[in-house]
């Protein structure tokens, strides 16, 4: 069983930053894609909307159009670690934001492409 472990949510102010890590339990890391997702408030799980993802070394990534050039999703496959690096908060980025791992190496942009997920992390952006 992987586990998934997310830090670094908090409250900030519109137009802050802030880094979101997710680290990975396991020796099979490397091998698989990594994925952020977020769920807004009031929003029902299968409501979770695509983020961002990274492949498998960190070379190709991801976003969903709303947070481009503004977010920066990496990875550190010797700490089994996944970032997430948030610039220029929005009041409408405030949501609770979750890493997942990948089915496999397929840099997927729906949940179902993923398998393990984390509890998530909070953030809120205070306008």
């Known amino acids: 069983q992987v586990q998934l472990v997310e830090s670094g949510g908090g409250l900030v102010q519109a137009g802050g930053s802030v880094r979101l890590s997710c680290i990975a339990s396991g020796r099979t890391f490397s091998s698989y894609s990594m994925g952020w997702f977020r769920q807004a408030p009031g929003k029902e799980r299968e409501e979770r909307e695509f983020?961002?993802?990274?492949?498998?070394?960190?070379?190709?990534?991801g976003y969903t159009n709303s947070v481009k050039d503004r977010f920066t999703i990496s990875r550190d496959n010797t700490r089994n670690t996944v970032y997430l690096q948030m610039n220029n908060l929005k009041p409408e980025d405030a949501a609770t934001y979750y890493c997942a791992r990948g089915r496999s190496y397929y840099r997927g942009e729906k949940a179902l492409h993923y398998q393990y997920w984390g509890q998530g992390t909070q953030v809120t952006v205070s306008s």
């Open positions: 983020v961002a993802s990274v492949s498998t070394d960190g070379i190709t990534t």
